[in-house]
């Protein structure tokens, strides 16, 4: 089976643009979560989507959305970017049940100039 | 509340074992262990349920104290390969989602 995919791999942006992060899931798992980390502040929840819908949100500001297709892949998006959201995001998938274990992309590295 | 792991770092000989701890100050409903390598994603190790026996493979292995709301991780051994960070994420009762630690560096050395 092919893992969890992440697109792009990197980006560099600047303050006040916008951006869309993918990730498509392992086939079959139903359950999509996007994670932030930085050396700071570890791995930071963002929100979780089963079957279309957030399921759960961590305690991020409105300008970081997310949804998911029909198909499980997922997007995030960022608005407004500030110089405090270059960090590394990754997105993990499960079978969808909750507490199941996670697989993990490899991540989009996201810089903000 | 983000669990608590300790230490920050180890660092250790081949051959040698360590134990990194995850506690939390929350009822847990299950413990989960990853490890990430530099560069690279946090790759699942193994999930502790609440009520459930002491889990394990190769020479890594993980006990859950339900009183302390404490689990253990358990290298033996250490192979070179064991190197990275490991994290601990916890899921209670009020939080449906995954609360990582800040993880711990181990480092193996030759």
């Known amino acids: 089976k092919a893992g969890v995919t992440q697109t792009p791999r990197y980006l560099i942006k600047t303050r006040g643009q916008q951006v869309t992060l993918s990730c498509s899931p392992i086939?079959?798992?139903?359950?999509v979560s996007w994670y932030q980390q930085t050396p700071g502040q570890g791995l930071q929840f963002l929100f979780e989507?089963?079957?279309?819908?957030?399921?759960n949100k961590g305690n991020f500001p409105g300008r970081f959305s997310g949804r998911q297709f029909s198909n499980s892949r997922s997007e995030m998006n960022v608005s407004t970017l500030e110089l405090g959201d270059s960090a590394l995001y990754l997105c993990?998938?499960?079978?969808?049940?909750?507490?199941?274990?996670?697989?993990f992309g490899d991540g989009t590295r996201l810089s903000i100039l | 509340q983000q669990p608590v792991q300790s230490p920050q770092a180890v660092i250790l000989r081949e051959g040698e074992d360590a134990v990194i701890n995850c506690s939390s100050s929350?009822?847990?409903?299950?413990v989960h262990w990853y490890r990430q390598k530099h560069g690279e994603a946090p790759v699942f190790l193994m999930i502790?349920?609440?009520?459930?026996e002491q889990k394990g493979h190769d020479k890594i292995s993980a006990s859950f104290n339900e009183k302390k709301q404490q689990s253990s991780l358990y290298l033996t051994a250490s192979q070179l390969s064991y190197s990275g960070t490991y994290f601990c994420?916890?899921?209670?009762?009020?939080?449906?989602?995954?609360?990582f630690g800040s993880g711990t560096q181990l480092t193996v050395l030759p």
């Open positions: 929350k009822a847990l409903y299950s």
């Open positions: 989507y089963f079957s279309e819908t957030q399921r």
């Open positions: 994420g916890t899921l209670s009762g009020s939080a449906r989602q995954l609360t």
């Open positions: 086939s079959g798992h139903r359950s």
């Open positions: 502790l349920l609440k009520g459930g």
């Open positions: 993990a998938s499960s079978e969808g049940a909750e507490g199941q274990p996670q697989h």
